[in-house]
Nanobody
Framework: VQVEESGGGSVQAGGSLRLSCAAS??????????MAWFRQAPGKEREAVAS???????DHAEPVKGRFTVSKDNVKEIMFLQMNSLKPEDTATYYC?????????????????WGPGTQVTVSS
């Protein structure tokens, strides 16, 4: 299983970005696996952003609720993160992660496949 992020960039506060995570695996990968987004700012620990399970049930961390939305396309094997109303504190490297499990906790320890990350920079 390989996952890779794309879609990062620089935006002003209040703007929007959409991240994508492409999975390289079997056709049914996204229909069977749990996937999630994490982020890590310089000098800080990696933190959860959102997760989505094989049924499409999504969870979002409190700092991004109401602003970010995770979704996935099982046919194209891609997971998305729509980020609206971006704030400077959202600046971080964003990582896609996957795990062969049905529940999708917002914890780094639950995931064993990670992408290389994509940078998101929000200026004030």
């Amino acid at each position: 299983v390989q996952v890779e992020e794309s879609g990062g960039g620089s935006v002003q506060a209040g703007g929007s970005l959409r991240l994508s995570c492409a999975a390289s695996s079997s056709r049914w990968f996204l229909s069977m696996y749990c996937m999630a987004w994490f982020r890590q700012a310089p000098g800080k620990e990696r933190e959860a952003v959102a997760s989505i399970n094989f049924n499409g049930h999504a969870d979002h961390a409190e700092p991004v609720k109401g602003r970010f939305t995770v979704s996935k396309d099982n046919v194209k094997e891609i997971m998305f993160l729509q980020m609206n109303s971006l704030k400077p504190e959202d600046t971080a490297t964003y990582y896609c992660a996957a795990a062969a499990r049905s529940d999708c906790p917002l914890s780094t320890h639950a995931y064993n496949y990670w992408g290389p990350g994509t940078q998101v920079t929000v200026s004030s």
